[in-house]
C-alpha cells in the first residue's frame, strides 16, 4: 500500500536520479555509481611496556637468577655456604649503648703458659666449686692462640662502644700477662655494676665436622633468676647480631642448633650479679673457622657483631 508520508522521500531520490541522468547525457559519460561505503575505524593496539626486573631492596648477584625465575625477589640474597656476610658498620651500634657500662672479657692471656703453677691454682667457681684460676686457651693447626684472637677482637669492640658512648672496662689491658682467675674476672663486671659483661673466646673441639660459635649462658648465676633471665635476653641479641655480622653458622656441635648452651660450669658466668654471656666465636679446629679467626677484616666483623647485639639489648 503506497503510504502518503513516504512521498516527499520518493519525490527527493527521483529529482536526484533525474539531475544525474542528465548530467551524464550532456558529458556523453556513462552514468556513474556513487556507493557510499560506511567509515571504517581502525584502532592499533596500545603499545604493551616491556617489564623491567627490579628486585628488592637488598637483593644481591646470589639472588637474581632464582629471583628472575620466579618474576621478583624474595628478599635479601643469600650468601654462598662459607662466605661472611659484610658488617654493618659502626652505625649499626645504635645510641641505646649512650651511657652504659660494659665490662668486656677476653679470655686466657698471652704469659699463663709460662706460669702454670699460678693459674693452676684453685679458686671458687660458683655452686660451691672449684676450678683452676686460668687456663691457656686453645690454637689452630696454624699456630694462630686464642687468647691472642680473643684480645684483639676486645679491642676492636671497646673502640666500638666508646664511640657509641659506652663506658667500656676491660678485665685485661694487654696479651702478655697472667690472668686474672676466673672468680677475678666475675668481680670486675660486678664492681663495676656493668649493664652487660661479654666474655670472648673461640673454642677447641676436636670433631673434624664441629664447626661454628654458639654462646654460653649460666642456669646457676649468683644474681639469681632475674639476672638469669636478662642473661638469656643478652645471649639472644647477641647470637643475632654476631650471625648477621659475620655469616658464621650456630654451633653444630653443642645448642642443638639454637646457638645458645646454658652450663653450670663457667665460673665467670656463675659469680656474676650482672648480665653476663660467653661467646664462643668459632672452632679454632676446623679449617674454615680458624681461617675467618685469623683474618683481621673478620675480626673487625665479630666486633660489630657483638656491638650489634648489645644494641638490640639496649634498644
Known amino acids: 500500500m503506497f503510504a502518503p508520508a513516504r512521498f516527499p522521500a520518493i519525490l527527493a531520490s527521483l529529482l536526484v536520479a533525474t539531475l544525474v541522468t542528465a ?3 550532456a558529458s556523453g559519460a556513462a552514468p556513474a555509481r556513487v556507493t557510499l561505503a560506511p567509515a571504517t575505524v581502525t584502532e592499533s593496539p596500545a603499545a604493551t611496556p ?14 637474581s637468577s632464582a629471583s628472575a625465575s620466579r618474576g621478583r625477589s624474595s628478599g635479601p640474597a643469600a650468601r654462598a655456604p662459607g662466605t661472611p656476610a659484610a658488617s654493618g658498620g659502626p652505625g649499626r651500634a645504635a645510641s641505646g649503648l649512650r651511657g652504659k657500662t660494659i665490662v668486656v672479657d677476653p679470655g686466657h692471656n698471652g704469659g699463663n703458659a709460662a706460669h702454670p703453677a699460678q693459674i693452676n691454682r684453685l679458686v671458687p667457681a660458683g655452686g660451691g666449686r672449684m676450678k683452676a684460676c686460668n687456663t691457656t686457651g686453645t690454637a689452630s693447626a696454624s699456630g694462630y ?3 691472642a684472637h680473643n684480645f684483639d677482637v676486645a679491642q676492636r669492640l671497646a673502640k666500638i662502644l666508646r664511640a657509641e658512648g659506652a663506658r667500656v672496662v676491660l678485665t685485661r689491658d694487654n696479651d702478655a700477662g697472667v690472668g686474672p682467675c676466673v672468680d677475678r674476672r666475675a668481680a ?12 670472648i673466646h673461640a673454642d677447641g673441639n676436636e670433631s673434624s665436622s664441629a664447626r661454628g660459635f654458639h654462646v654460653i649462658v649460666s642456669s646457676q648465676m649468683t644474681g639469681g633468676a632475674a639476672v638469669e633471665a636478662r642473661s638469656r635476653a643478652l645471649a639472644a641479641d647477641v647470637r643475632e647480631g654476631f650471625a648477621a655480622a659475620t655469616g658464621m653458622p650456630r654451633s653444630t656441635y653443642t645448642g642443638g642448633g639454637t646457638g645458645i648452651n646454658a652450663r653450670t660450669d663457667i665460673a665467670g658466668m656463675n659469680l656474676s650479679t650482672r648480665p653476663a654471656v660467653m661467646v664462643e666465636s668459632g672452632n679454632m679446629h676446623h679449617p674454615t673457622d680458624a681461617a675467618w679467626l685469623a683474618s683481621a677484616s673478620y675480626r673487625q666483623k665479630e666486633a660489630q657483631g657483638l656491638a650489634d647485639g648489645l644494641a638490640r639489648f639496649f634498644a
Do not use: K, L, W
Not at 52 to 61: E, L, M, N, R, Y
Not at 188 to 199: L, P
Open 188 to 199: 670486675i663486671g660486678n664492681e663495676a655494676s656493668a649493664d652487660a659483661v661479654v666474655s
Open 145 to 147: 692462640t686464642e687468647h
Open 50 to 63: 616491556t617489564p623491567t626486573f627490579v628486585p628488592d631492596a637488598g637483593a644481591g648477584p646470589a639472588a
Open 23 to 25: 548530467c551524464s547525457s
